[in-house]
């Protein structure tokens, strides 16, 4: 099996900056991409942003410009540097990863638990 585990949300004011962390786990041949979701209440989970091995990367227009994705592919980890944090931000934030199972080379498509982030205005 493999294993997300998410780390970095809290309580910030508006204009105020987090890095979440997101270490990924267990047998895994690959890591194709990486990336980050969020839930606010009510509404549906949203692409933040996205990081592939290769280091392409994707972003939500709605922080395009004040959230950095970045990931060191030895670790297996990815990082989300959210800067000029908005009210609107507030959510739970999940971390993704679309990799390759060691032995098997099967494709699964991994979450982490979420880690809450609250921006205060």
């Known amino acids: 099996q493999v294993q997300l585990v998410e780390s970095g949300g809290g309580l910030v004011q508006a204009g105020g900056s987090l890095r979440l962390s997101c270490a990924a786990s267990g047998r895994i041949f690959r890591i194709n991409a990486m990336g980050w979701y969020r839930q606010a209440p009510g509404a549906q989970r949203e692409l933040v942003a996205r990081?592939?091995?290769?280091?392409?990367?994707r972003y939500a227009d709605s922080v395009e410009g004040r959230f950095t994705i970045s990931r060191d592919n030895g670790k297996n980890t990815v990082y989300l540097q959210m800067n000029n944090l908005k009210p609107e931000d507030t959510a739970v934030y999940y971390c993704n990863a679309d990799l390759l199972r060691s032995t098997t080379l099967v494709r699964g498509d991994y979450w982490g638990q979420g880690t809450q982030v609250t921006v205060s205005s």
């Open positions: 990081v592939t091995v290769g280091g392409s990367t």
